[in-house]
């Protein structure tokens, strides 16, 4: 058998046809085409990060795959607020790409036009409804609107995760007060309604996708909403991109390079006392006088 198996050495080698050349040909188009969808998607999710007067902001995506579904974003808005959403679209890979590209573009024209983020939500969903129940997906999605001069978190969420809120004077982790609305793709006619929430000196607010806490060990443990709690409760002193580091590494540690199925994206805003500002590359600099 094992003659046999070495045969191969003593024949002539087979000339490859044009039809068995092509695969490699088409296989090589697709990878550099993947990873220029990568290099465009990795541009669009880690643009500039507005300087926020009050307080500090940051956001992270890590894709399962080389490309993945999950979203966020900052919009500065005239009235000197920051308008933050955070998104995840249902399914993986390329299709889930394509479709974050949407969201993103009827995030970016509804922040233009509305005047909260509930609104901005029921803009969202008037744009995608038709595309995204032809492709039979869907978008889970929190907005919210940060402004520097009242503290005052107002938001708006289309079946997504909670946030959770660190008070840092109390050293409480709980999640946001909870506000009803279903993913964008579900009904025609949505209206996202919002809450109010007022932010004192050294609070944080942790936006995530359901990644972080379905992350799964070797044992197919999830690391679940009090791991992440823990996480956040050892870290919370830290500046933003310090604590999400220390989210990352806990669940590396858990995970111990076990491969995800679903990505993994947070955005972190904390609020310190100063000068109320919100700047951008892509918006006019406002100044707000407290």
């Not at 046999?4 to 024949?11: C, E, R, V």
């Not at 890590?62 to 933050?84: Q, S």
């Not at 995840?88 to 009827?106: E, F, N, Q, S, Y």
């Not at 004077?169 to 993913?183: C, Q």
Request: hydrophobic share 35%.
């Amino acid at each position: 058998m094992f003659l046999d198996s070495l045969s191969f050495l003593h024949q002539e080698p087979e000339r490859k046809s044009q039809s068995d050349e092509e695969p490699t040909i088409m296989d090589k188009t697709l990878q550099r085409e993947i990873n220029l969808a990568r290099n465009i998607q990795t541009k669009l999710l880690n643009g500039p990060t507005p300087k926020v007067g009050g307080g500090e902001v940051t956001g992270t995506s890590l894709p399962a795959r080389l490309i993945g579904g999950d979203y966020y974003d900052f919009y500065p808005l005239v009235n000197g607020k920051l308008r933050i959403v955070i998104g995840d679209v249902m399914g993986k890979g390329i299709p889930a790409a394509m479709l974050m590209i949407l969201t993103r573009g009827a995030f970016r024209s509804a922040a233009e036009s509305t005047q909260g983020p509930g609104d901005t939500l029921t803009a969202m969903n008037r744009a995608l409804y038709n595309d995204l129940r032809s492709l039979k997906s869907f978008v889970t999605l929190f907005c919210a609107d940060w402004d520097p001069s009242t503290k005052t978190l107002t938001y708006a969420s289309a079946g997504h995760c909670m946030p959770l809120h660190i008070s840092g004077e109390k050293e409480a982790i709980k999640e946001l007060p909870r506000v009803s609305g279903i993913m964008v793709g579900g009904l025609i006619n949505q209206v996202y309604q919002e809450k109010s929430i007022q932010l004192e000196d050294k609070d944080i607010v942790f936006f995530y996708t359901d990644g972080i806490i379905e992350a799964v060990n070797k044992k197919k443990e999830q690391f679940k909403l009090h791991r992440l709690i823990e996480t956040l409760n050892i870290n919370f002193t830290k500046g933003v991109d310090e604590l999400g580091s220390a989210v990352i590494d806990a669940i590396n540690a858990f995970t111990e390079g076990t491969a995800q199925k679903d990505d993994i994206t947070m955005v972190i805003l904390k609020i310190q006392k100063d000068k109320s500002d919100v700047s951008s590359y892509n918006s006019p600099v406002m100044n707000i006088e407290e």
